[in-house]
């Protein structure tokens, strides 16, 4: 099966498990979805952001459900919304915010895959059958696609200069080691200095984040400035922050190689 990296799985549903909840359905679960129960039952998917067909506008995937006896058991999730549901729709996934991603056991769309938004139903009943209708959008054609599709958050623009610095500040304050990763993979400039003539390493150690110096120098990095920056915010102690493990990591480092004298400030 295609489709995202999935972590925290359960223990495989069985056969036996599966005819069961279909008698109790009354419905044959679509063949995609059935198969990730059998192998998975229960998951995170990474990366985990989808669109609505035909939109730009989309929701994420926090965990899809399975037939594994947990608070992720999809059982739990019917019994739940079952008179706020359209009829014919499982749920086998929710959102951030707990809205959920369904799967038609209906004869006429069976497998497609469809939005709920709960806070559009909160009024709905079981009675109201166009209404809920109109509660849901339609996500995929199948199980499959649907994984297939899911995507991480799009990059922020480049500019002609170099990435926008925007950017960086933002990977920066929110220590974002994955979007740290993905912006050194494009190619960036580790020479490049923003508007206080600072390199991404300067900036790195002046948060004090020993995993982001290390993914960047790991990448080639000139260490000299930083090694002095870390040196004098060691001695102020800051909350959140290794500057002290920084410059451990530093010392032990050869000196630059195109630096006169190493490089390295004496100490």
């Not at 056991?105 to 497998?111: A, L, M, Y």
């Not at 400039?189 to 120098?217: E, P, R, S």
């Not at 410059?247 to 100490?267: C, N, Q, S």
């Amino acid at each position: 099966m295609l489709g995202p990296t999935l972590y925290d799985t359960c223990e495989p549903a069985t056969e036996d498990n599966l005819a069961d909840f279909e008698r109790e359905l009354g419905a044959a679960v679509p063949a995609p979805y059935r198969e990730f129960l059998l192998q998975f039952n229960g998951a995170c998917p990474e990366p985990n952001l989808f669109n609505f067909k035909d939109s730009e506008k989309g929701s994420d995937c926090r965990y899809i459900l399975g037939l594994n006896g947990t608070d992720h058991d999809l059982r739990h999730y019917l019994e739940t919304h079952k008179l706020r549901l359209p009829q014919g729709l499982l749920p086998i996934a929710y959102d951030s915010v707990g809205n959920l991603i369904c799967i038609s056991i209906r004869p006429q769309d069976h497998g497609h895959v469809y939005f709920w938004d709960h806070s559009l139903a909160n009024n709905s009943t079981a009675a109201d059958s166009q209404d809920l209708a109109d509660k849901i959008l339609p996500v995929a054609d199948s199980f499959d696609q649907f994984l297939f599709n899911l995507k991480d958050p799009e990059p922020e623009p480049l500019t002609s200069g170099g990435p926008d610095e925007s950017e960086v500040e933002r990977i920066m304050r929110t220590r974002d080691i994955k979007a740290l990763k993905d912006l050194l993979m494009s190619g960036y400039d580790l020479d490049h200095m923003d508007d206080n003539y600072l390199t991404i390493l300067d900036n790195a150690t002046i948060i004090g984040d020993l995993q982001m110096v290390k993914l960047i120098v790991s990448r080639g990095a000139k260490t000299a400035d930083a090694l002095e920056i870390a040196r004098d915010a060691a001695q102020f102690n800051h909350p959140d922050a290794d500057h002290k493990g920084i410059v451990a990591f530093l010392e032990k480092l050869p000196p630059d190689k195109d630096t006169p004298g190493g490089g390295l400030i004496p100490r």
